[in-house]
């Protein structure tokens, strides 16, 4: 599909939710961090990864938003665009909010690579989710083809300037895979989804993404709860009366990252909201850093070392 096209014209633990016509009170407003063009995003956002397509996301889309969130991270790669647009739009429309107030991201799949065929999984997504643009659409993975990578990269600067993209970015990108793109691109991007929490820190890359003001997102904030009964993680969390996971969800935004955490849970996507009232002291932060020496990947999707 040609640019013109986008055009203005044209878990284990599982839980069913109640349909609700009014919103419960918001825990405590979500806080935003400024992007390196200038829009804002919430620093913590609903993951759907996994998520099926159906009335279990739908309903924990709605939750999530009923219980404070404004930021829904889903992607072309994990097919259920459709629950998460139709949660979103039915919420915008029962609530009366305005559609800027919800941060929406999607993303674009290795076989999508490519100028047109990038326009083409856009329009896609926007389809399937029922909305005119997107708050940031990152490309999902470096690929193997750099040159199809840059022009993907190109056809996402067009969709920005096109309006149906507002902020654009990256994701699983290596330090090799960001200088490459910085060579050749006219927008840098605005954030880099890359997997980050105590036992996977990669200082290098976050270091080289912070000198040109792109943005972490951490995915699997929580290691995939593999180290949700760590010992210093218990000790820290018993200190401040809090969940282990509420420490590393509080570790990583505390770093100015945006969080994605995951869950299909009422009380989970709620108790995840309630991570970040809290400050860690020093000694904590630095006993929870020094669990980074282990570099514990949970992903296959990250493709460098770095």
């Given at each position: ?206 270091e080289l993404c912070a000198r040109h003001g792109i943005r972490i997102e951490a ?88």
């Amino acid at each position: 599909m040609a640019p013109s096209a986008l055009t203005p014209e044209t878990s284990p633990e599982r839980q069913v939710f109640p349909t609700k016509t009014k919103t419960s009170k918001p825990t405590k407003p979500v806080q935003s961090v400024k992007l390196n063009d200038g829009n804002l995003i919430p620093q913590v956002a609903l993951g759907v990864y996994k998520a099926p397509n159906g009335q279990e996301t739908e309903d924990a889309v709605r939750a999530a938003l009923d219980a404070g969130y404004r930021h829904i991270d889903s992607a072309a790669r994990y097919a259920n665009e459709e629950a998460c647009g139709r949660a979103i739009r039915r919420w915008l429309e029962e609530t009366g909010t305005p559609r800027e107030e919800v941060f929406v991201c999607s993303k674009l799949w290795d076989a999508d690579h490519g100028f047109e065929a990038t326009f083409d999984a856009l329009c896609a997504s926007l389809a399937k989710l029922g909305l005119d643009y997107l708050d940031l659409y990152l490309i999902h993975s470096p690929a193997e083809d750099e040159a199809k990578r840059l022009a993907s990269w190109r056809a996402l600067e067009m969709a920005q300037k096109l309006g149906k993209v507002r902020s654009i970015g990256v994701s699983n990108f290596g330090a090799g895979h960001i200088e490459s793109l910085l060579r050749h691109a006219r927008v840098v991007p605005a954030v880099n989804q890359i997997e980050v929490h105590p036992f996977c820190q990669r200082e290098e890359l976050v270091e080289l993404c912070a000198r040109h003001g792109i943005r972490i997102e951490a995915y699997s904030p929580l290691a995939r709860g593999n180290k949700l009964e760590d010992p210093t993680v218990i000790a820290i969390a018993a200190k401040y009366r809090r969940t282990p996971a509420q420490v590393l969800l509080n570790w990583n935004a505390s770093r100015g990252n945006i969080v994605l955490p995951k869950s299909l849970t009422a009380h989970r996507i709620k108790s995840n909201l309630e991570s970040f009232d809290f400050k860690l002291a020093p000694e904590d932060i630095r006993a929870l850093n020094e669990l980074g020496r282990e570099r514990y990947v949970t992903g296959t999707m990250h493709k460098s070392k770095d």
